[in-house]
């Protein structure tokens, strides 16, 4: 093919942007931000052309590869390349990273700062993502935490330090186990370390070191993912950053954890990951239930979406270790479709925030008939959190379901509890989502300030959520949107369970 | 004949261009959206008609020629899991679809008048067009999983439009309600698709039929397993049809506008559960133990609804609360077996249930001006009476409306009813008694609203003495926003609803008296009449205009001659042999009746009049009781209580009022069940939600605080050892000698 290097491009492109910044003149924010924004969108066209043009969908390899020698005597090498399963995700990160900084637009204070910070998330994401190489992959881990814990201390609400230490300590930690994983499975049985993933994944280990390893990855990805009972960075980093960083780190940042888990857990250790996944099936079932019956309790606004978001990442779990084409497809059309509906429930609960300036649920009340435009957004987008048809997490969901039906790792009565478990988060999901609603929007409550006026979303805001919605509803119509990408990968990963 | 089955696929997507562009126009351009208001009513009545003229072709080949049609398209093409998207056109789907659009257009007709002052006119007919689009797809899929996509969707219709009125609490309440508790059934429903497919492996309901039937004959599934799947479906009909465990949203679902409580709570989308267990007919007949249920919960809910619409004092309660009733009759007749007697009374409902709920509506329209816009007192029967008066031709409308439902022979509801009532002797003699003890209640109820609405005088002066004091958000205004205002300057309170026209919003609340075409509009400010006690005027309702009268001649026309489709008329053909030639007949295949086995000589004259004749009877003794407890005694007061009127009867009246007492309880704190399901459920879950909120957040997030918090003592401990002092070490270093010496030597000592 071409040996052009677009995965590299794509990878620098945002951070030595970013790195610009800092020589502008100082004339003020807007340049700053028409800068970075077009940054973006120049690298999600990009992005969009190379992939149109260079993949071919049908074939399940990795490609647009890319293989450089950087550290000579310690065999490390830039290595670059997508496949079916991670083009999904770094469209993604594009789109969301755009209209993430679209939203950030009100920001004012060190506006350079933050905005270069956001285009080395970019970096990062995209980084890891198309990385074939496990120390690769654990740099980019690494890059893209400083700019988040910078993000969420400098820009975020009252609490801001404590929830950024928080969230540092958590995926810090996490990462320890990474990198101990990393090294033990590029070390085992030969004196050169070896971190590409196609020569690893060829490597079988013995039994017990492969459970070691499974776990050493399984806690990085957990806390990352979140799986309880490793969740609770998330309700207090949600509530306290700024709306255009939760976009990220819910969009984003939350699907790298279910990305490994599918890249390392279930390629290069495919008998510890059928060891394991009936553990995390139950986890994943519990954590749904856990989640959902947790998030009613909350009265911050935030809080309770992002206890809802790790209620769905619980069918990112059960779908990855179903073990099933189909449950494996579910799970990658939920990183997807959470990524939208995530992001997008997160702007507009920040907007809100901005026009109201309160957090707590049992404060707000009656802002449907001032703010329209929010509530029928907020009421569409809430709509499809809850798996409503015609909407992409119905079905994610409904794919999760068949995925577990059709497996052929469970025995009947285990799937009949699984499915039946499942299925009542699927009562509960409305009953905080519909609540929340009605607490913020439904009702008529005057509220205790003079001025009680406060204007609809402007067109930046309509933009934002309307280009959220569009695909959600899209990938709801048709869903092959998403499988067309996926399909062939999901096969080849999953013959390594069944040829074998 | 073929392309118009070829076109059929047609038929749910010609509405949907109205909400999308309604919904698209009202958040882009809103202001321009809103100037064109009245015209979008019109593109929305023209396509629900093209609409509804396909699908009366398509019934009329379906009765010429009864055959299936199916088309498939694929959706999702997965490797080993296709999902397909299709329609099937059968005399089910035919009729329904039939029944939607007639019903449809006439509502919309309707509440272009009724919804014309109201903020959400548009927001209303975007919804309304949204759900024709979602029914018409339920009643036209071919797979079980498109059954639960548009399942789900006309939910949420039915949610956004109980919700219509989002400024109200109760509302606000009423919706969530009746989502969570459709979520319930539909949870059932998935669950019960999930099961079938495992079963199965298909969900096109003809291959499912077929391999289940096989899988039966060779007794080759788990019949526990099947039995299970096939509860679990019908739950999903039993919380959508509204019936016993999960019917409490629909008296609730009553808070949203009238025209939709007329088009979905009482005419289409609660017959959706009725249509599913149709719809799977063939899946639940062979197995024998679902049918029982599903007659049992049938009859539960008869008897249910029945003795709940008893004293309900609003109106469009009680109405709900019958409405719940006659769904149950439907299942009854389902479980019973006799497929065309369900879907005949479906039929017939739904345009009777459809007339009142409009009736009602035009009430609730009149009796506004004067009371205000609250539902508790436009809608309170108490207040109403004596409207016969007033308004004459909604009259007429009413009681053609209510003597269909009672069961009164010419009329509709009438030749359904019997034919369920007659099957149920031969399924089961109790089943039939309570089914027939119900028609009395039914003709009871019924006629209990008609006497209290339309006969004696009109109450609504009484209503300070009715013991509520209305100091609810309702009174301030409806959509809330000029309510501050009013609260300052009384006299501002025409400004209440920006009204699109804003002419009407200058006459002054003195000119009532004036008589001219316009009453209706000029009345419609009086919102809070309370703070004019003292110097109102007494006014009286007004006939509400042709456009919400039209609608309803035309379902009394439907309720006059919708009974003919199901009446046998007995004709001799050729050779002489008695042919049964009712259109119902037709349509529907014979080899779905159970209990009739023999169709030839199903209709047999005499005992058709003798049946007919013992439930009509059963009817006028109901109304008879209802006439002699609410005629008006002409002292209004005593109207308001319904038992005070025997206050001087008999001697035996202790024990009587102890039983009226009973049942007004019963009836008025709705079976008690709904205040079970919120101390058990809703308080169950808010409790888990608190509990599991204090693990989340002292055991599980309390232990890395933990970890925090201690390592940063042990941190500060460290800093304060090591703080820098030279003396401070010096003594750390000779306490550590110490103490080594001390071991060394003791050591020393033990060994030697």
Known sequence: ???????????????????????????????????????????????????????????????????????????????????????????????????????????TRDSRLFHFLMLAMYSGQIGLFSSQDLLLFFIMWELELIPVYLLLSMWGGKKRLYSATKFILYTAGGSVFLLMGALGIALYGSNEPRFHFETSANQSYPVALEIFFYIGFLIAFAVKSPIIPLHTWLPDTHGEAHYSTCMLLAGILLKMGAYGLVRINMELLPHAHSIFSPWLIIVGVMQIIYAASTSPGQRNLKKRIAYSSVSHMGFIIIGICSISDMGLNGAILQIISHGFIGAALFFLAGTGYDRIRRVYLDEMGGMATSMPKIFTTFSILSLASLALPGMSGFFAELIVFFGIITGQKYLLMSKILITFVMAVGMILTPIYL???????????????????????SG???????????????GIGFYPDFVFSLSVDRVEAILSNYFYR | MEHIYQYSWIIPFVTLPVPMLIGAGLLLFPAATKKLRRMWAFPSVFLLSIVMIFSIDLSIQQINSSFIYQYIWSWTINNDFSLEFGHLIDPLTSILSVLITTVGILVLFYSDNYMSHDQGYLRFFAYMSFFTTSMLGLVTSSNLIQIYIFWELVGVCSYLLIGFWFTRPIASNACQKAFVTNRVGDFGLLLGILGLYWITGSFEFRDLFKIFNNLIYNNQVNFLFVTLCAVLLFSGAIAKSAQFPLHVWLPDAMEGPTPISALIHAATMVAAGIFLVARLFPLFVIIPFIM????????????????????????????????????????LALGMGSYRAALFHLITHAYSKALLFLGSGSIIHSMEAILGYSPDKSQNMVLMGGLTKHIPITKTAFLLGTLSLCGIPPFACFWSKDEILNDSWL????????????????????????????????????????????????????????????LNKNLRLLALLTMNNKERASFFWKNTYQIDGNVRNMTWPFITIQNFNTKRIFSYPHESDNTMLFPMLILVLFTLFIGAIGIPFNQFNQEGMLLDIDILSKLLTPSLNLLHQNPENSVDWYEFVTNATFSASIAFFGIFIASFLYKPVYSSLQNLNFFNSFAKKGPKRILWDKIINVIYNWSSNRGYIDAFYAISFIGGIRKLAELIHFFDKQIIDGTPNGVGVTSFFVGEGIKNVGSGRISFYLLFYLFYALIFLLIYYSVYKFII
Not at chain 1, 459 to 473: D, G, H, N, Q
Request: with cysteine; aromatic share 20%; net charge positive.
């Open chain 2, 427 to 486: 399924y089961s003699p109790i089943f039939a008694i309570i089914a027939c003890f119900t028609a009395g209640l039914t003709a009871f109820y019924m006629f209990r609203v008609y006497l209290l609405t339309f006969d004696g005088h009109f109450n609504a002066h009484f209503q300070s003495y009715s013991g509520k004091k209305n100091s609810s958000f309702y009174s301030i205004s409806l959509w809330g926003k000029e309510g501050s205002k009013m």
């Open chain 1, 1 to 107: 093919m071409n040996s052009f290097p677009w995965l590299t491009i794509f990878v620098v492109l945002p951070i030595s942007g970013g790195s610009l910044i800092f020589l502008f003149p100082h004339r003020g924010n807007k340049v700053i931000k028409w800068y970075t924004i077009f940054i973006c969108i120049f690298e999600l066209l990009l992005m969009t052309y190379a992939f149109s043009y260079y993949f071919q969908l049908d074939d399940p390899l990795i490609q647009l590869t890319e293989d450089y020698k950087w550290i000579q005597f310690f065999d490390f090498y830039w290595r670059l390349g997508i496949d079916g399963f991670s083009l999904g995700p770094i469209l993604l990160t594009g789109f969301i990273t755009t209209l993430a900084t679209l939203a950030a637009r009100p920001i």
């Open chain 1, 434 to 456: 519909l609540s929340m609603l009605r607490q913020m929007f439904y009702g008529y409550k005057l509220f205790n300030a003079p001025n009680s006026y406060f204007f609809d």
């Open chain 2, 292 to 331: 029982n249920l599903i007659a049992l919960i049938g009859i539960i809910t008869v008897f249910l609804g029945a003795t709940l619409a008893l004293a309900q004092k609003d109106i469009k309660r009680s109405l709900a609360y019958s409405t719940m009733s006659q769904l149950g009759y439907m299942m």
């Open chain 1, 459 to 473: 067109p930046r805001e309509l933009f934002v959520s309307i280009s959220i919605l569009l695909p959600v509803i």
